[in-house]
Every structure is written in structure tokens, then in C-alpha cells.
């Protein structure tokens, strides 16, 4: 939704449920919020925080509540090429991600990405 000129507001929610051979229901929800906003027109700041409760770990293998945060700064130098700086965290209720030693122990995560993109 364009809430004003330089303001470009999301929000996405999700249910899913499916039968399980055993009998029963597995049911996962979630809801997401992005914002966007532009600073002129080569620069715009962008938000998106998510929130998923896998409550039986159907779709992610373990029963869990995944929450997320993304901030990214973008700026163009042309119309061709765009780039980007983005933070990225992400967080859950059980020790699903990897520590350096690959054993899934910890309950979040932090990633950094500094990216390009070049169209014609």
C-alpha cells in the first residue's frame, strides 16, 4: 500500500493446516510487515519483520516459533545498477541453527549481505 509519496507499507499473513496419516492436524500461522521508504531517488531505506509459529513443526522440522528482522539500505548509482547493504537477524524458540562446528545449537543467527544488482 502507498501510504504516502516516499512511503510504501506491506503486510502478509499466512495459515496452512494439513491432515496427518496418523490422524490429527498439523497447523502453522504467520504474518509479516515491510516497510519501504524512499529518502530521494537513489537511496530508500527498507524494514520486514516476520513472525511463524510452526507449532508442530510440519513445515520446518521442529515444533518453534521463527521471528526475523531485516533492515537494508539501498542506494542506485545508475538506473542499471543497484545496490544494496542489508542486516539480517533471525531468531527461534528451540536451537535450530549451526554454530561454527556445524551442530545445531544456537537459537538465532545474524547475517550481513553486500550485494549488486546490474540490469540492461
Known sequence: MQVSDPLFLTVNADYGQESLNGG???VWKGVALTGKYSLSDKTTLAARGEYYNDQDGFTSGT???????????????TSSLLTRIEYRGDFSSQNTFEDSNGVFSNNNQNTILFGAIYSS
Not at 521463527?66 to 539500505?73: P, V
Request: glycine share 6%.
Open 24 to 26: 490429527g492436524l498439523a
Open 63 to 77: 515444533a518453534q516459533v521463527l521471528k526475523e528482522i531485516t533492515l537494508t539500505y539501498e542506494y542506485k548509482f
